[in-house]
């Protein structure tokens, strides 16, 4: 048995009963359970589509997600988020690059490097060497004027805490904005890579060794383990090269707002809805957030 999601971007909540009834009359799909009036539907099926990836196409220029899944163990017990333009909506790199004069440059690699065209673990240290001689006090400039939450993120993570769930935010950042970013969402732990600095000036290294791709399979890996879970009981989000290892082995992967050439590599993509999208594709209805 399969589950049939269909979600619209929350600011536009224009998603239909006829949209949704027409849909489902074309797949021979059950009875259409609405999650959230114009935003979030789901319907059952008892096989894939052979044209869903087509439907998908037509629907996303019309400004829709949909998702297929299996319907058994949708309801996931952890959470593993990355944070760059996943959790927050700026890429943390670039706005200290920005403060530093040379944002055009980092931004540039972060670019590349987020699409998969550059090594991570090089890429990352090729930027933060353009941050040496930066004042630390540049760290809090930035997390109080310029980094803002995703949308939906509290409501996620809250959500899944209220429904005994874990959650863990695994960046490819820094230990000084994942912290405070984490206190705020309200994430059980948190794992980055650590800026050195040296009489409060960054020194352009960070510590070794670098957490990329790999440390977030790992990490997946261990966080489930200890909870005496598997991958499939996790439910993993991000946009990035560095996030597709995690995507790839979590029971869901949702590549949320991603860079195409990772989404293309990722069943579950949300391109128009926000971070609510994952408890709606865990079969959430809106009436059972925890905010």
């Known amino acids: 048995m399969f589950t049939v999601t269909m979600l619209a971007a929350p600011k536009r909540a224009d998603l239909t009963p006829a949209l949704a009834e027409d849909l489902r009359a074309q797949w021979n799909g059950g009875h259409v359970i609405w999650l959230n009036p114009g935003i979030a539907a789901e319907f059952p099926l008892d096989a894939q589509p052979a044209d869903f990836w087509a439907i998908w196409e037509i629907l996303q220029t019309q400004g829709f997600d949909i998702v297929i899944q299996p319907t058994l163990g949708r309801r996931k017990a952890v959470l593993l988020a990355d944070m760059d333009s996943t959790m927050i909506e700026q890429e943390c790199i670039d706005e200290l690059a920005d403060v530093a004069g040379v944002g055009e440059r980092v931004a540039a690699i972060t670019a590349r490097a987020m699409n998969g065209e550059l090594d991570f673990h090089e890429a990352l240290l090729a930027r933060v060497g353009l941050l040496a001689g930066l004042p630390e006090t540049a760290i809090d400039e930035v997390l109080d004027n310029r980094i803002t939450l ?48 040296d009489n409060d000036i960054l020194t352009g290294h960070v510590s070794l060794p670098v957490l990329g791709r790999e440390a977030k399979v790992e990490a997946l890996q261990q966080i489930a383990a200890a909870r ?47 971070l609510t999208a994952l408890l709606y594709l865990q079969g959430y209805a809106a009436e059972e957030f925890t905010r």
């Not at 790839?248 to 293309?264: D, Y």
Request: without cysteine; charged residues 15%.
């Open 150 to 197: 995703a949308a939906g993120g509290r409501d996620l993570v809250a959500t899944m805490h209220a429904q005994g769930g874990y959650s863990a935010l695994v960046s490819g950042g820094f230990t000084a904005f994942t912290g405070p970013v984490a206190t705020a969402l309200g994430f059980d732990e948190h794992r980055a890579n650590t800026l050195l600095a």
């Open 228 to 274: 005496g879970l598997t991958p499939a009981d996790v439910i993993a989000v991000g946009d990035g090269a560095n996030d597709l290892g995690m995507l790839q082995l979590a029971g869901t992967g949702v590549a949320l707002h991603a860079k195409p050439s990772v989404a293309a590599q990722v069943d579950i993509r949300i391109n128009h809805g926000d």
